[in-house]
């Protein structure tokens, strides 16, 4: 409404009654990633599954993936994997990773996403946590497995109670109690057999009622 063929001096009016979520922009001030969600779940029991989405995207390099044990308040964060990110977009894009290098001890992991930029500055995502319930008694494979100097023993137990774990050779005589005492949940202990003669040896755990065996065969 001002000089015709000039709109410097023209004014705009409007009348509104409330505001939604949004985001204004412009060349000179892009998009930010906007994440709209990031969940983790089980997949199996030695993997997670990560997926999560975003709603627009402005010069988006990638994401790094990022695990720490136990929950949100403790333990140090460990990069496991990254994916590539869409660039610039306005378009909603899907993202998936799974997570298949597990610490076996931890009961608990939690993740979060570091979204790096093109020009190479960064942010975080929330944290999102899973739990890793033992829900019967578990004695796994050792490795290596032929081993010569040591060999890694995982087990599990449900609930707190009496567990033993022994070593016999080939012939049934018990060669050293490797566990004896109250346990829950995931364990990992390194098993030394550097003074084992070569030869085929089994680990026996009693708990609860329960009985689970492994075979290591030990090389020199």
Not at 54 to 70: D, V, Y
Not at 125 to 154: M, W
Not at 187 to 208: K, M, N, T
């Amino acid at each position: 409404m001002g000089t015709p063929s000039d709109p410097s001096d023209d004014q705009i009016y409007a009348t509104v009654d409330g505001f939604g979520e949004s985001v204004l922009a412009s060349d000179s001030e892009p998009l930010p990633v906007e994440l709209s969600g990031f969940e983790a779940t089980l997949d199996g029991e030695d993997a997670v599954r990560l997926t999560w989405t975003t709603a627009s995207e402005t010069g988006n390099a990638g994401f790094r993936i990022q695990r720490k044990a136990g929950g949100a308040g403790g333990g140090s964060w460990t990069t496991v994997g990254s994916v590539e990110g869409e660039g610039t977009t306005t378009t909603p894009a899907s993202y998936r990773y799974v997570d298949e290098s597990l610490p076996y001890e931890s009961d608990q992991l939690t993740y979060r996403l570091k979204q790096v930029d093109t020009d190479g500055s960064a942010g975080y995502s929330k944290e999102v946590t899973v739990n890793r319930e033992v829900t019967e008694v578990q004695l796994l494979g050792t490795y290596p497995n032929p081993a010569q100097q040591r060999a890694t023993l995982r087990y599990a137990v449900p609930e707190r109670q009496d567990v033993k774990i022994d070593l016999y050779d080939i012939l049934g005589r018990r060669v050293r109690t490797v566990v004896d005492g109250k346990r829950e949940g995931r364990h990992e202990r390194q098993l030394d057999v550097s003074r084992l003669a070569s030869g085929i040896y089994f680990l026996r755990l009693r708990a609860d009622g329960a009985t689970k065996t492994q075979k290591l065969t030990v090389v020199r």
